[in-house]
């Protein structure tokens, strides 16, 4: 499957993006699909997942602020994130898989399959 991701930009705080994440070759549907970011000189960090099933996780920092949402019928996956502070800078990569289990979403190493990225960039 190829993923691809975009919707980044800038964006002062406070403000709002939505990045979508298309996915090619195999319906969204039969994959758990997630989001991570990656800040300069940081490691890549879970942002949240949507598992086949339905079930959405996501990170402590950004709960109450992002949302998850996927439209199977477009085999896209959406982040609409809220709320932006400067610490969410980063560039933001969508990742797929079709064997995770709840433990294992939080390691990027998990995951078989990645979008290009795509830049978030918060001003302060």
């Known amino acids: 499957v190829q993923l691809q991701a975009s919707g980044g930009g800038l964006v002062q705080a406070g403000g709002s993006l939505r990045l979508s994440c298309t996915a090619s070759?195999?319906?969204?549907?039969?994959?758990?699909m997630g989001w991570f970011r990656q800040a300069p000189g940081s490691e890549r960090e879970f942002v949240g997942v949507?598992?086949?099933?339905?079930?959405?996780y996501y990170s402590d920092s950004v709960k109450g602020r992002f949302t998850i949402s996927k439209d199977n019928a477009k085999n896209t996956m959406y982040l609409q994130m809220n709320s932006l502070k400067p610490e969410d800078t980063a560039v933001y990569y969508c990742?797929?898989?079709?064997?995770?289990?709840?433990?294992?979403?939080?390691?990027?190493?998990?995951?078989?399959?990645w979008g290009q990225g795509t830049l978030v960039t918060v001003s302060s």
């Open positions: 990742a797929a898989d079709s064997r995770l289990i709840l433990s294992s979403i939080y390691n990027h190493e998990n995951y078989d399959y």
């Open positions: 949507s598992f086949r099933g339905g079930r959405i």
């Open positions: 070759g195999r319906t969204s549907s039969t994959f758990t």
